[in-house]
Nanobody, 127 residues
């Protein structure tokens, strides 16, 4: 059974840090491109970051560039999103996705590329 489970969300003050985890079961995460997306109330889903399966190249949205970092952990079949210097506007539900059975021709920043999604984890940045 293919499954993605996110964890690591929570409440943090502006300027703080969190590390989100996306752990997979039923398939090898390292074989697929993984994306992180977020959606705040009343806003469209936004592609935050992704990491390619082919060459490990990464993508970051302009809004998080220089503050967030995506990485793989092959031993634990996981992908992480390190979030530093968090801002109020980073508050959202963060979800990871894999292009396992996805549409590989689409850019990794597009949600339509991905075939499986986790349930999401809430990140709240508040003073």
């Amino acid at each position: 059974q293919v499954q993605l489970v996110e964890s690591g969300g929570g409440l943090v003050q502006p300027g703080g840090s969190l590390r989100l985890s996306c752990k997979a079961s039923g398939f090898t995460l390292d074989h697929y491109t993984i994306g992180w997306f977020r959606q705040a109330p009343g806003k469209e889903r936004e592609g935050v970051s992704c990491i390619s399966s082919s060459d490990g190249s990464t993508y970051y949205a302009d809004s998080v560039k220089g503050r967030f970092a995506i990485s793989r952990d092959k031993d634990n079949n996981a992908v992480y999103l390190q979030m530093n210097s968090l801002k109020l506007e980073d508050t959202a539900v963060y979800s990871c996705a894999t292009d396992f059975l996805g549409r590989w021709h689409l850019p990794c920043s597009q949600a339509s590329r991905y075939g499986y999604w986790g349930q999401g984890t809430q990140v709240t940045v508040s003073s």
